[in-house]
């Protein structure tokens, strides 16, 4: 079982990113997923959640209207596209899946069994 993000990189403040996250050996699609991401020295954060159709979304207020998050269930993916990047915004951005069958999208990291191995988003001033 596996998460897959991809798509950080060095940007530059005002510019975007699309993150992605695919999954093997697991379905998705009965699963909230999340991102989550951690600044050097700091703790784990939410950063946004789908539930498992998509249907009803979830943002930290950090990133409320530059942020979206999105999932393509037939190709394991969700992503996290991110737009008017800030220097705060720079982390390692961690994807996640929800436990199997649990309806209550969390935005704590406790809601989540599965992590991604993380993609670096640096941007600078």
């Known amino acids: 079982v596996q998460l897959q993000a991809s798509g950080g990189g060095l940007v530059q403040a005002g510019a975007s990113l699309r993150l992605s996250c695919a999954a093997s050996?697991?379905?998705?699609?009965?699963?909230?997923m999340g991102w989550f991401h951690q600044a050097p020295g700091k703790e784990r954060e939410f950063v946004a959640a789908?539930?498992?159709?998509?249907?009803?979304?979830y943002y930290a207020d950090s990133v409320k209207g530059r942020y979206t998050i999105s999932r393509d269930n037939a190709k394991n993916t969700v992503y996290l596209q991110m737009n008017s990047l800030k220097p705060e915004d720079t982390a390692v951005y961690y994807c996640?899946?929800?436990?199997?069958?649990?309806?209550?999208?969390?935005?704590?990291?406790?809601?989540?069994?599965?992590w991604g191995q993380g993609t670096q988003v640096t941007v600078s001033s």
């Open positions: 996640a899946a929800g436990y199997l069958g649990t309806l209550l999208v969390q935005t704590n990291q406790r809601g989540y069994d599965r």
């Open positions: 789908a539930s498992w159709s998509g249907g009803n979304t």
């Open positions: 050996g697991m379905t998705i699609s009965s699963r909230n």
